[in-house]
Nanobody, 116 residues
């Protein structure tokens, strides 16, 4: 089992920044990659960003490229999502996800609200 705890969400004006954190614990040796997803009201959950557990590769959804940055602190087993130039359409619950040998694990989510 892998436990994930997100933090850092909040209310921010358009154009502002937030940094989300996801602390992983448990069987982290089984993790292959870490991801951020988001779900806006009335919409399906969508992929936002991914970082490999060794931090060598990252990928992003087209909608956030150039604005969001994912990184991992190996010493803290924590993954970050730096979100800059936020837009109202970025408003959603953001979920941390761990892809492991035996399946996926999810955090409880953190709300991000961007107002114009």
């Amino acid at each position: 089992q892998v436990q994930l705890v997100e933090s850092g969400g909040g209310l921010v004006q358009a154009g502002g920044s937030l940094r989300l954190s996801c602390a992983a614990s448990g069987r982290t040796f089984s993790v292959d990659n870490m991801n951020w997803y988001r779900q806006a009201p009335g919409k399906a959950r969508e992929f936002v960003a991914r970082v490999s557990w060794n931090s060598k590769t990252t990928s992003y959804a087209d909608s956030v490229k150039g604005r969001f940055s994912i990184s991992r602190d190996s010493a803290k087993n924590t993954v970050y999502l730096q979100m800059n130039s936020l837009k109202p359409e970025d408003t959603a619950i953001y979920f941390c996800n761990a892809g492991t040998w035996s399946g996926d694990y999810w955090g409880q989510g953190t709300q991000v609200t961007v107002f114009s």
